[in-house]
């Protein structure tokens, strides 16, 4: 049976290192992502996170991660699934109030007409989470038949173009959570 004198130390343990988990950006360490939201859709996981570069140069930036089942074997007691990843991730900015504005113009791209196309700059990931070369995603507002519109995302990996779409409630959820996590950090 947990007694008060636990529950209150435990409250008191979770207090004292919530502040570790609000770092700053020049405590973020080179190579590494820090995640701040993600949204899911269908089979994809899209994330707003933070990555510093060896150099020092710090970043926001969209993942427009990409899933492909090659092999799917599903049996009575399990479901055993190969995969290939292909993320691209799109830079909203160096600043907060930078990505802001990025979520903001691409939430706005569901208002123009389908056929609207517009490039952004992007970064591949090396496979190890880290970001590789700058490229640049093309996004175009296209029409899913039963689905609506979306922005399609195509970009260069390798030999291939690999797409990702974007839903309006996908955008809107990384937006929402954006400016919550700004609100709940202002100093970062």
């Not at 919530?18 to 405590?27: G, M, R, V, Y």
């Not at 479901?79 to 939430?107: K, Q, R, Y």
């Not at 029409?143 to 260069?156: A, D, I, S, W």
Request: charged share 25%; glycine share 6%.
């Amino acid at each position: 049976m947990i007694t008060m004198k636990r529950i209150l130390t435990i409250i008191a343990l979770v207090i004292v290192t919530l502040p570790a988990f609000a770092q700053k950006q020049k405590s973020i360490p080179a190579g590494m992502r820090m995640e701040i939201c993600e949204a899911e859709q269908n089979d994809n996981a899209y994330s707003i996170f933070t990555y510093k570069d060896e150099d020092g140069t710090f970043g926001y930036y969209l993942s427009l991660g990409r899933v492909y089942r090659l092999l799917e074997v599903t049996t009575d007691n399990s479901n055993m699934t190969l995969d290939h990843v292909n993320e691209t991730c799109l830079l909203l900015g160096s600043t907060a109030d930078e990505a802001a504005a990025s979520l903001d113009a691409l939430f706005e791209m569901f208002d123009a007409p389908v056929g609207t196309v517009k490039d952004y700059p992007c970064r591949l990931t090396t496979g190890a989470e880290s970001l590789g070369d700058s490229s640049v995603a093309t996004c175009m507002v296209v029409k899913r038949l039963l689905e609506g519109k979306r922005l399609n995302f195509l970009f260069k990996r390798g030999n291939h173009t690999v797409s990702a779409d974007l839903t309006k409630s996908a955008i809107k959820t990384l937006r929402w959570n954006f400016k919550l996590g700004r609100k709940l950090h202002p100093s970062e």
